[in-house]
């Protein structure tokens, strides 16, 4: 049995319960737990978030480089569109939505209190056609 456990992602905000609520919608998760100062998700396959309260945070600035990327969320979309639409209507908003090179289509948003995450779309696993 391993020593140390993955637990949960945690993301400092001066709002948790309001972060909580982006996070909830976006990923179609239940509230697992709260407190005063924080509140945790778990999303229907498993994946584990909490918020914390600080009220010194401060978003990330990516893309530029002074308090530029500290870490980031990624998750994967079956379609890039609809599920855009669904984190600007959450009250996200596009970092950067050009199409990624390579295998993979990516897109980067910032959720209400600015922490960066990509949605990303894998290639098809189907057999190629002639």
Same mark, same amino acid.
């Given at each position: 049995?391993?020593?140390?456990?993955?637990? #949960?992602? $945690?993301?400092?905000? $001066?709002?948790?319960?309001? =972060?909580? #609520?982006?996070?909830?919608? =976006? !990923?179609?998760?239940?509230?697992?737990?709260?407190?005063?100062?924080?509140?945790?998700? *778990?999303?229907?396959?498993?994946?584990? !978030?909490?918020?914390?309260?600080?009220? %010194?945070?401060?978003?990330?600035?990516?893309?530029?480089?002074? %308090?530029?990327?500290?870490?980031?969320?990624?998750? #994967? $979309? +079956?379609? /890039?569109? +609809?599920? +855009?639409?669904? #984190? $600007?209507? =959450?009250?996200? *908003? @596009? /970092?950067?939505?050009?199409?990624?090179?390579? @295998?993979? +289509?990516?897109?980067?948003?910032?959720?209400?209190?600015?922490?960066?995450?990509?949605? *990303?779309?894998?290639?098809?696993?189907?057999?190629?056609?002639?």
């Amino acid at each position: 049995m391993a020593l140390v456990k993955a637990g #949960v992602v $945690v993301l400092d905000c $001066v709002e948790p319960e309001m =972060l909580a #609520v982006f996070y909830k919608e =976006l !990923l179609e998760a239940e509230q697992t737990d709260a407190t005063a100062n924080r509140v945790e998700i *778990r999303g229907a396959d498993g994946i584990r !978030l909490a918020f914390r309260r600080d009220v %010194n945070a401060t978003p990330p600035s990516w893309p530029r480089p002074e %308090n530029s990327l500290q870490v980031h969320l990624d998750f #994967v $979309v +079956e379609d /890039l569109d +609809e599920a +855009e639409r669904r #984190v $600007v209507g =959450l009250g996200g *908003r @596009p /970092l950067d939505t050009k199409d990624a090179a390579g @295998p993979f +289509e990516e897109r980067g948003y910032a959720d209400p209190a600015g922490h960066s995450f990509t949605l *990303r779309r894998t290639s098809s696993t189907a057999p190629k056609q002639g």
